[in-house]
């Protein structure tokens, strides 16, 4: 069973573009959640999204949003960056979210902004 | 709402002596506890979880946990740690729609 595709995998860009990142949950999960993980500010949780509604906000500005397609893949926009946007962002999926169904990590997007 | 406090920022230890990686957390309800471990360039996978029933829980790679009400803790813990365990581990807390992490410690095993 393939596990979690975060594409691409690297990625630098310049102050004020927008930037938009791609997951691809393990099949069959229905529930996708990104994180930032950054060395000052740890894992900080952005949004989950399940059956394509949004069901989660962590406390990021309305530059961070993110969607979910039919077949549960997501992407995550930041738009206007910063260079304190430069992060590691992870997508999680899980069967159905909530506690009883474990988190599945990809290996991340590495967001360098210059 | 939940916190998460991971009190060691760095571990280092000698092969197959014993660890133990400390998390305490606050919340005013009761609360779900996971600990992540993360090698070098990959994503986090879960070790361990507690929601509920036995205080000890079990997890992958020898790694054990202790859940303390009274003393709100989870610290994890292995007997014996290889070269292999090193990386970041990660306590987190989960009380209802989102999972909140600890800071992370990292584990460093040297020979």
């Known amino acids: 069973k393939a596990g979690v595709t975060q594409t691409p995998r690297y990625l630098i860009k310049t102050r004020g573009q927008q930037v938009t990142l791609s997951c691809s949950p393990i099949?069959?999960?229905?529930?996708v959640s990104w994180y930032q993980q950054t060395p000052g500010q740890g894992l900080q949780f952005l949004f989950e999204?399940?059956?394509?509604?949004?069901?989660n906000k962590g406390n990021f500005p309305g530059r961070f949003s993110g969607r979910q397609f039919s077949n549960s893949r997501s992407e995550m926009n930041v738009s206007t960056l910063e260079l304190g946007d430069s992060a590691l962002y992870l997508c999680?999926?899980?069967?159905?979210?909530?506690?009883?169904?474990?988190?599945?990590f990809g290996n991340g997007t590495r967001l360098t902004v210059t | 709402a939940q916190s998460v406090t991971q009190l060691d920022s760095q571990v280092p230890v000698f092969e197959e002596a014993p660890v133990e990686l400390r998390c305490n957390y606050s919340?005013?309800?009761?609360?779900?506890l996971f600990w992540y471990v993360q090698y070098p360039n990959q994503g986090l996978q879960l070790l361990l979880k507690?929601?509920?029933?036995?205080?000890l829980v079990k997890g992958i790679n020898g790694f054990e946990a202790e859940f303390n009400k009274s003393q709100t803790s989870f610290h994890l813990r292995k007997p014996s740690v290889h070269i292999s365990d090193t990386a970041e581990y990660f306590c987190?807390?989960?009380?209802?729609?989102?999972?909140?992490f600890g800071a992370g410690t990292r584990l460093t095993v040297k020979p």
């Open positions: 999680a999926s899980s069967r159905e979210g909530g506690i009883n169904s474990p988190l599945h």
């Open positions: 999204y399940f059956s394509e509604t949004q069901r």
């Open positions: 987190a807390v989960s009380e209802g729609g989102d999972m909140r």
């Open positions: 919340s005013s309800v009761s609360v779900y």
């Open positions: 507690y929601l509920s029933g036995s205080t």
């Open positions: 099949s069959g999960h229905r529930s």
